[in-house]
């Protein structure tokens, strides 16, 4: 069985989708009013909150969703220089991968990751 998508409820759909577009570099497929598809395989649904979203606690928290990298450090001075609120620098992970940790404009915590170099996963270096 695959994944099929992934939801991140936010409070504002246009900053969202601006964000994960520009920031992220996911490619916008489709969307309502309501809605901003990215990508395939899985989908990435943003969604816009209500009121019972809201309630639940759905938007600005962490989300756990990790989008792959190249560059964990290069990646944090541009994001730095945009203004986007991160939680600290690049974190090495004991396995060898770095985490870099950012909100959206929701306050939705992501995290970038750059994989171990010589990883068999996809999106790391040979």
């Known amino acids: 069985m695959d994944l099929a998508s992934v939801r991140i409820f936010v409070a504002d759909l246009p900053a969202a989708a601006k964000f994960y577009a520009e920031v992220v570099g996911l490619e916008q497929v489709g969307g309502t009013p309501e809605v901003a598809l990215f990508g395939t395989n899985p989908q990435i649904?943003?969604?816009a909150a209500d009121a019972e979203a809201v309630a639940e606690g759905l938007v600005g928290r962490f989300t756990g969703l990790s989008f792959a990298t190249e560059d964990a450090a290069a990646l944090h001075a541009a994001l730095k220089g945009t203004g986007?609120?991160?939680?600290?620098?690049?974190?090495r992970q004991p396995w060898g991968g770095i985490f870099l940790h950012a909100d959206d404009?929701?306050?939705?915590?992501?995290t970038f990751l750059q994989w171990p170099k010589g990883s068999a996963v996809k999106g790391s270096d040979p």
């Open 45 to 47: 649904v943003i969604e």
């Open 105 to 110: 404009p929701s306050g939705n915590t992501i």
């Open 84 to 91: 986007v609120p991160m939680h600290g620098a690049p974190e």
